[in-house]
């Protein structure tokens, strides 16, 4: 069974900065492709960031020159390194994953974790 965890969020101030940490484990074959979303309170859920074959990356507009991504393919892990906090990043961010087992293709979510942002 393919499970995929996220993990990190927290309380920071204003200018701070989080780490969050996704990690897929299972029978797993390949990932082709990890992000992260985020959903805000009484918003739709937003793409955030995400890496395609361990190298392509895209960055929303918001969280550009502020969030990295980075993974670590050995242990099929996600982080997402979150700088410059703006109370505007609360939200909760959930992990998803397109990634293959022997015999199936699947797109699977991670459980959401906390970001807030405030003083």
């Known amino acids: 069974q393919v499970q995929l965890v996220g993990s990190g969020g927290g309380l920071v101030q204003p200018g701070g900065s989080l780490t969050l940490s996704c990690a897929a484990s299972?029978?797993?074959?390949?990932?082709?492709?990890m992000a992260w979303y985020r959903q805000a309170p009484g918003k739709e859920r937003e793409l955030v960031a995400s890496?395609?074959?361990?190298?392509?990356?895209y960055y929303s507009e918001s969280v550009k020159g502020r969030f990295t991504l980075s993974r670590d393919s050995a242990n099929n892990t996600l982080y997402l390194q979150m700088n410059s906090l703006k109370p505007g990043d609360t939200a909760v961010y959930y992990c998803?994953?397109?990634?293959?087992?022997?015999?199936?293709?699947?797109?699977?979510w991670g459980q959401g974790t906390l970001v807030t942002v405030s003083t």
């Open positions: 299972g029978n797993i074959f390949s990932i082709d492709r």
């Open positions: 890496i395609i074959g361990g190298r392509s990356t």
């Open positions: 998803k994953a397109a990634l293959r087992t022997r015999d199936r293709y699947l797109e699977i």
